[in-house]
């Protein structure tokens, strides 16, 4: 009988379960556990390793290319950083709002760090993000109109939430490019939140996208709830900074540089026009 109830569990792919059984009927046999309370330890250990599962593989759809967090995040080493506001917006309440957050300011000084720390924030309480590098983006738009794929795509970027746009800043774009961004944000627009990092204030948008109309649009959906962080600290890149390998890498022992922005904070309240 328990080479059978192994062989159904295996089918059933109850990972968890499987790797308690043999401990738990041994412990149930020793202690007279009633069966009741066997079949709740043995489907407790079976959700546990489900939730597991369900946790890496977000984290992998994630793509985030540097394993940051809010305990790894330099707070200490960024004084234009407000740590309670951020740790306040790791709580995820503006996800349930739909609201975007924009994070600005110079290079190396935390953009990409604080926006990856929100999407792990998200990832763990059961959210699907995506991470992705504003100039990839803009590329996998502009080459979904090379195959007629661009709804299939607008549809699956507009369910990420929230979706990391990082580096939108000096860009050579194409007038199609700038035409696929404006379609995403709008069809993100109320639905999910998006998370923008940018060394460009947002009147430098402007000569960035080269049509006034658009980016009127763009930033009016954008800052349509919003939540903008504008960063005056130092840079964080140096030999003291932690490691910021990849995620698929070992963590080597020697300091590396940081990735480009993994520190950051806000110098004024969040901006909520209605």
């Known amino acids: 009988m328990l080479d059978q109830l192994r062989a159904l569990i295996a089918q059933l792919r109850f990972h968890g379960m499987q790797a308690a059984l043999d401990a738990e009927i041994e412990r149930a046999e020793r202690d007279v556990v009633p069966a009741i309370e066997l079949l709740h330890r043995m489907l407790s250990e079976e959700a546990a390793s489900q939730r597991q599962r369900s946790l890496a593989y977000r984290l992998a759809?994630?793509?985030?290319?540097?394993?940051?967090?809010?305990?790894?995040?330099?707070?200490?080493?960024?004084?234009?950083?407000?740590?309670?506001?951020?740790?306040?917006l790791a709580g995820l309440e503006f996800l349930r709002r739909t609201?975007?957050?924009?994070?600005?300011?110079?290079?190396?000084?935390?953009?990409?760090?604080?926006?990856?720390?929100?999407?792990?924030?998200?990832?763990?309480n059961g959210y699907r993000g995506r991470f992705y590098n504003a100039q990839a983006l803009l590329d996998e738009l502009y080459a979904s109109l090379a195959d007629r794929s661009s709804l299939q795509l607008l549809r699956r970027l507009s369910r990420f939430q929230p979706l990391v746009i990082d580096e939108l800043s000096y860009l050579t774009l194409r007038?199609?490019?700038?035409?696929?961004f404006f379609r995403l944000i709008d069809q993100r627009y109320g639905r999910t939140s998006t998370?923008?990092?940018?060394?460009?204030?947002?009147?430098?948008?402007?000569?960035?996208?080269?049509?006034?109309?658009?980016?009127?649009a763009l930033l009016d959906r954008l800052q349509h709830h919003c939540v903008t962080i504008r960063i005056d600290g130092p840079s964080l890149r140096g030999p003291t900074a932690t490691p910021t390998t990849p995620a698929s890498q070992p963590r080597r022992t020697a300091p590396t540089k940081l990735p480009r922005d993994v520190g950051g904070g806000p110098n004024r309240k969040p901006h909520r026009s209605r």
């Open 61 to 88: 759809q994630a793509q985030m290319p540097w394993n940051w967090s809010l305990e790894s995040f330099p707070f200490d080493r960024q004084p234009g950083v407000d740590k309670r506001q951020i740790q306040t």
């Open 99 to 124: 609201d975007n957050v924009l994070l600005i300011g110079p290079p190396g000084t935390g953009k990409t760090g604080i926006a990856l720390a929100l999407l792990r924030e998200a990832c763990v």
């Open 175 to 180: 007038p199609e490019q700038t035409d696929m």
């Open 195 to 216: 998370i923008i990092t940018s060394n460009l204030d947002l009147p430098q948008w402007y000569d960035l996208f080269q049509r006034k109309p658009l980016v009127d």
